[in-house]
């Protein structure tokens, strides 16, 4: 029980335990709420539907996640950060297939099921060392080659969202170089570059609600993905 509640010390900003250690990495985190709160706005707008409005409420759980880890900054709150990011690309693969591409349910399957085998086994496959020198930016990988590879399967699908989950990717790997960089720059710039990270996942998380918005409404798959 007392392991849940060790204070964890793993960017520039935090130098001791309290609530306001880190004060700009907490409050960037309001910027995904933004996000958030603007793709509900568009999607509502646009009439995209109720999973896509979901999608919207998992971005402000995003920053709601992220913003009680870096006040508390304990083994627990992690997770908050932790889960919704894991479980938002989880749920977003599936609206790129089914939403964007036009899949089949059993083909959206096979894809969903091929694409996190073979991320999943590329990530384990990756030395410890690497995980180490990215301060553990490299768990982020399935996310980041999911948007680039969801992203194309919408292209071929003749989706012009397939763009937006591209550039996703882009974002998000100028966002992983800030993210990985934080602790080798503490001595030379104190606050370090995390929140770098917090306001390209904002940024991100912004074109991929815009994509949402504007081509995520329910559509018939195309009749040969129907088999």
């Known amino acids: 029980m007392d392991r849940l509640f060790a204070t964890l010390d793993i960017y520039?900003?935090?130098?001791?335990?309290?609530?306001?250690?880190?004060?700009?990495?907490?409050?960037?985190n309001l910027l995904i709420l933004g996000g958030g709160f603007f793709g509900l706005a568009q999607v509502r707008s646009r009439q995209a539907g109720i999973y896509a409005e979901i999608l919207c409420w998992w971005v402000v759980a995003i920053g709601l996640g992220s913003f009680l880890f870096h006040t508390t900054a304990i083994e627990l709150t992690k997770w908050a950060d932790i889960i919704p990011i894991a479980t938002f690309t989880l749920a977003m693969a599936i609206f790129c297939l089914r939403r964007f591409a036009g899949l089949s349910a059993p083909k959206t399957v096979v894809y969903f099921v091929s694409y996190f085998a073979v991320i999943s086994v590329v990530t384990w496959l990756i030395p410890a060392w690497v995980s180490e020198a990215t301060n553990g930016t490299i768990a982020y990988l399935p996310a980041l080659a999911g948007y680039a590879f969801f992203g194309v399967v919408a292209l071929l699908h003749g989706?012009?969202?397939?763009?937006?989950?591209?550039?996703?990717?882009?974002?998000?790997?100028?966002?992983?170089?800030f993210r990985a960089i934080d602790q080798d720059i503490c001595q030379a710039f104190p606050l370090g570059t995390h929140f770098m990270w917090h306001v390209l996942i904002a940024l991100m998380l912004s074109v991929n609600l815009m994509a949402v918005?504007?081509?995520?409404?329910?559509?018939?798959?195309?009749?040969?993905?129907?088999r």
């Open 12 to 28: 520039c900003e935090r130098t001791e335990a309290g609530l306001w250690a880190e004060p700009v990495n907490a409050l960037t």
């Open 159 to 177: 989706s012009p969202a397939g763009w937006y989950c591209i550039a996703c990717a882009v974002i998000l790997f100028a966002g992983f170089v």
């Open 213 to 226: 918005a504007k081509y995520g409404a329910p559509r018939r798959p195309a009749a040969g993905d129907r």
